[in-house]
């Protein structure tokens, strides 16, 4: 009984070490900005960062020269290194709620003025990622009506961008407009919604399918509701979806795409404190999973983010309890959940978060007060969203089994297959002739099977380099050759 005990107890111990090892690749918060007296972030579910390979885009506002402007910055190394801001609100005052969307090189930002009493939401577009930028279009020009929290979707050559606009306290409608080339020009604007209050839209798109989720009152209380469309927004059959049912308030929806499979998350207070609820649709927004609460710890969370890719989503939010943001990331498309991981600990308020996920890293764009006002702060996670891990085989191994790699000696790419037994976390890295570790293939949670990623060494130099198989207490290494 001692040495079951005494087992369990390692085996225990190595599991803690291998979650602990899966999230500390969290690197160090890092100051975008350095601007007195304020920054801002987008206080809605628009997203305020986005990634393409390893370039990733940021935009915010900010109090400068008695001016409130947006900017935008980038890094070209996956955020190692950040260019300096560049104003994309030209001159004009009082902008604010910025959002921006990346595919294939095309920028797009999309942000609020309320110059001179006009309700304008503005749109810029880079054809060349973020190198120069086309003279700003106004989306959309109201006299009397307030227009807030824009909302930018991308699929192929289509810009999907979303919004609310407020009539009156008790009357809001959410409003749409897109372009079919790329942001070139715009089509015609639709008004959604008729009547009642509806806020907070979030669009995503999938092929020819694009959502929009907003919160609603006409059910006597704030409900997650949603329109779609299957013909890339020309039309919007079936009218308004209603998706959360209950007495309390569902608020904040953010919304994701990865293939047909659309995730939502929102804030909802159906237990008491407002938690982190998600749900998912497998079939591009057509049926959707019943509601599932990720957080239950006390205090109100508020404003999650959602970014999806592959069989990840990542999530962020704020708790207002001790003003911190956390993470959490999903995988097999949410079916499965991680440990909670709280990324920020300073004494300070850290609010309105932003996620994005790109290649093999995660990142979240945040705004801090640590700084005695507020500033925008980034981190990334460089591992937290692996990719080039293969299925081959659904059969159940009977034992763990690390394969030599083939072809080997090889230039520059092989392949390492690998068999895991039982789910777990599993690490594959690389390392030299001298133990450094060169290359991370593998660093999640893995369910029984068979398994092949491929290893890219295009920028080693040819020699002699081992790869080793983790698994709880499994452990095995192999040589193999790279000759260029």
């Known amino acids: 009984m001692e040495k079951i005990a005494k087992s369990f107890l390692i085996a225990l111990i190595f599991a803690l070490l291998n979650i602990s090892a899966a999230y500390s690749q969290w690197q160090t918060d890092y100051r975008l900005t350095n601007s007195n007296p304020e920054d801002y972030l987008c206080m809605s579910n628009a997203h305020s960062v986005a990634a393409s390979g390893d370039t990733v885009h940021v ?26 801001d560049i104003i994309i609100s030209g001159a004009m005052d ?46 959309v020009n109201f006299s009397s009506i307030s227009v807030q929290n824009p909302s930018i979707a991308l699929s192929g050559s ?16 959410i409003s749409y407009r897109s372009s079919s080339n ?9 008004q959604l919604t008729v009547g009642g209050l509806k806020g907070q839209p979030s669009v995503c798109s999938t092929g020819d399918k694009v959502m929009i989720f907003f919160h609603n009152h006409d059910y006597g209380n704030r409900e997650i509701s949603m329109m779609r469309s299957t013909n890339s927004g020309s039309t919007w059959p079936g009218g308004l979806t209603r998706l959360t049912d209950d007495p309390a308030a569902s608020q904040f929806p953010s919304a994701a795409a ?6 939502i998350t929102w804030s909802d207070n159906r237990t008491g404190d407002y938690q982190i609820y998600f749900k998912k649709s497998a079939n591009g927004g057509q049926t959707w999973q019943t509601d599932h609460k990720l957080t239950s710890t006390a205090g109100n969370k508020n404003y999650p983010s959602i970014a999806a890719w592959g069989t990840y989503v990542h999530l962020t939010w704020s708790n207002n309890t001790d003003h911190d943001i956390y993470y959490l990331r999903g995988i097999y498309s949410g079916n499965s959940w991680q440990q ?11 609010e309105d978060p932003s996620i994005a996920a790109s290649g093999p890293a995660v990142h979240i764009l945040w705004r801090d007060t640590r700084d005695n006002n507020g500033e925008v702060y980034y981190k990334r996670n460089p591992t937290g969203n692996m990719i080039g891990i293969t299925s081959v085989s659904s059969q159940i191994p009977l034992s763990f089994e690390l394969y030599q790699n083939y072809p080997n000696p090889f230039n520059p790419t092989t392949k390492i297959k690998f068999d895991i037994p039982r789910s777990g976390y599993v690490t594959l890295k690389i390392f030299d002739v001298l133990g450094r570790e060169v290359s991370v293939l593998v660093n999640e949670f893995i369910k029984p099977g068979v398994y092949e990623t491929d290893f890219n060494a295009s920028r080693l130099p040819s020699g002699v380099y081992f790869y080793k198989l983790v698994s709880g207490d499994f452990s095995e290494t192999k040589k193999m050759i790279l000759l260029k």
């Open 59 to 84: 935009v915010f506002g900010e109090f400068r020269d008695q001016t409130n402007s947006i900017f935008y910055k980038r890094s070209l190394d996956g955020g190692v290194t950040w260019s300096p």
């Open 182 to 190: 790329g942001g070139l020009n715009f089509g015609t604007l639709q």
């Open 340 to 350: 909670i991981v709280h990324l920020t600990e300073a004494t300070s308020v850290s």
């Open 258 to 263: 990865a293939g047909d499979t659309v995730y």
């Open 94 to 139: 009082n902008n604010r709620d910025a959002s921006i969307a990346v595919l294939n090189g095309r920028v797009h930002v999309s942000w609020v003025s309320a110059l001179t009493g006009q309700h304008e939401i503005y749109y810029r577009l880079s054809t060349n990622g973020g190198y120069e930028w086309r003279a700003m279009v106004s989306i």
């Open 158 to 173: 289509y810009v999907h961008i979303t919004w609310m606009s407020e009539v009156a306290k008790s009357e809001s409608f």
